[in-house]
């Protein structure tokens, strides 16, 4: 397929270097489709990560800054050198940048070398909630990048159309986020979530505990079901950076033995196939991919009308809320009523089925893309 063609990859992504990860497991198969990837990974010195081989021709390249600022800095000088020492040439190679960090390394080494850049976007940087210094300084650079990229790869149409917005001659390319479906529906269940904590309704969040993620406003809902239902239970598996405040706002709410926080989990199928209801709050998603694994897994699923969720149909495949009255009514129908519980279950997994692209399809995808912006020469 693109055997002749050469990638350098930029990524934030740590998981890359691990050996065991699935990150790790999926650049691998996507080495196996060309002819060599080389990956620069945005690090801190503190981690100490040393370069390493993650297959026959995948490389890892980690910056190992001194500061924050210096990441994107470093992934340029270095980027640099290795389009120069591994003989990239123009017309059989490209740059792929995941972020916007990322992006703006990736342009710089395109600009030296000419080597085109395909930008990936996996979340909405257009929300109005994309707050923060962090965010403020990436949107700051976010139309260059943009500009400057020769193909923008997203996870949804939506996401295209915004970006379209921006720059109407995009060359803008929507690619799912591959979901290996077989796995999830076919995973063991190594725990019960109710008989460990006691619930008789578990309610079930995976997220980074991060601002956006909105996860106070699911305490806000909890404490309002538990009125009527005192035996409902919220589940949050994730970890980051608002767990304090989280954990402040549960004791403040009076959810002592209601609210279970369960920091980061490798293994998530007990979690989504013996809970009852999955809930999801963000102000912005890209995607949603916890959401997807949750349907995929038969659990009902009640969220913001964010990402993915904007794709299925409120009231047949999930629930769309946007308060907590909303949510706690729709929760307290899915307590009182199994049918309906049953109904969204079984709506969601079909309307998934017709949504979700298989493995071959997603790499297909994938490559062919690459081969398309690697003719690109500006």
Same mark, same amino acid.
């Given at each position: 397929?693109? /055997? ?20 790790? +497991?999926?650049? %691998?198969?996507?080495? +196996?489709?060309?002819? *060599?990837?080389?990956? @620069?990974?945005?690090?801190? &010195? %503190?981690? *100490? ?21 210096? %990441? ?28 916007? *960090?990322?992006?703006? =390394? ?10 085109? #850049? ?6 909405? $940087?257009?929300?109005?909630?994309? !707050? ?13 990048? $943009? ?19 921006? %720059?109407?001659? &995009?060359?803008?390319? @929507? ?26 309704? +578990? ?9 956006? /993620? ?10 309002? @079901? ?20 989280? /954990? ?9 033995? =209601? ?14 196939? !013996?809970?009852? =209801?999955? $809930?999801? !709050?963000?102000?912005? *998603?890209?995607?949603?991919?916890? #959401? ?11 969220? !913001? ?69 690697? =003719?690109?020469?500006?």
């Amino acid at each position: 397929m693109g /055997k002749n063609l050469k990638v350098l990859m930029i990524s934030s992504d740590r998981n890359v270097i691990l050996s065991d990860s699935g990150v790790t +497991a999926r650049i %691998r198969e996507y080495g +196996a489709l060309v002819s *060599e990837i080389h990956i @620069v990974l945005l690090s801190d &010195a %503190r981690h *100490e990560f040393k370069d390493i081989q993650i297959a026959e021709n995948v490389w890892v390249y980690p910056t190992n800054s001194f500061s924050n600022f210096m %990441r994107p800095i470093d992934a340029a000088h270095l980027g640099k050198k290795i389009i120069f020492d591994k003989k990239f040439v123009r017309g059989g190679s490209l740059i792929t940048a995941d972020s916007l *960090e990322c992006g703006w =390394a990736g342009l710089r080494v395109k600009n030296k070398w000419r080597i085109p #850049l395909e930008l990936q976007i996996h979340t909405d $940087i257009f929300s109005p909630y994309f !707050t923060g210094f962090q965010n403020k300084v990436r949107k700051f650079f976010a139309k260059k990048i $943009i500009y400057g990229s020769d193909g923008i790869r997203v996870v949804s149409e939506e996401l295209k159309s915004k970006i379209l917005g921006v %720059r109407p001659d &995009a060359n803008v390319f @929507v690619l799912p986020i591959y979901v290996d479906r077989e796995k999830i529906e076919n995973a063991s269940i190594k725990l019960d979530v109710r008989a460990r904590y006691g619930w008789s309704f +578990a309610i079930l969040s995976v997220s980074r505990l991060s601002p956006e /993620k909105n996860l106070s406003l699911a305490l806000e809902t909890l404490s309002l @079901v538990r009125q009527r239902f005192p035996d409902t239970g919220l589940i949050i598996v994730g970890s980051g950076q608002e767990e304090g405040y989280l /954990k402040s706002l549960a004791k403040k709410l009076n959810l002592s033995g =209601a609210v279970e926080f369960a920091g980061w989990q490798e293994e998530l199928a007990s979690f989504y196939k !013996t809970s009852n =209801a999955f $809930i999801q !709050t963000s102000f912005f *998603e890209g995607y949603g991919l916890s #959401l997807v694994e949750a349907g995929l897994s038969g659990l009902p699923i009640l969220t !913001t009308s964010v990402g993915v969720a904007r794709e299925f149909q409120d009231g047949r495949d999930l629930f769309i809320c946007d308060s907590k009255e909303s949510f706690t009514t729709r929760i307290i129908e899915l307590i009182e009523s199994n049918s309906k519980r049953e109904s969204l279950r079984f709506n969601m997994k079909k309307a998934l089925e017709g949504k979700l692209v298989s493995k071959e399809e997603y790499l297909n995808g994938l490559v062919s893309n690459w081969q398309k912006i690697s =003719a690109h020469i500006g």
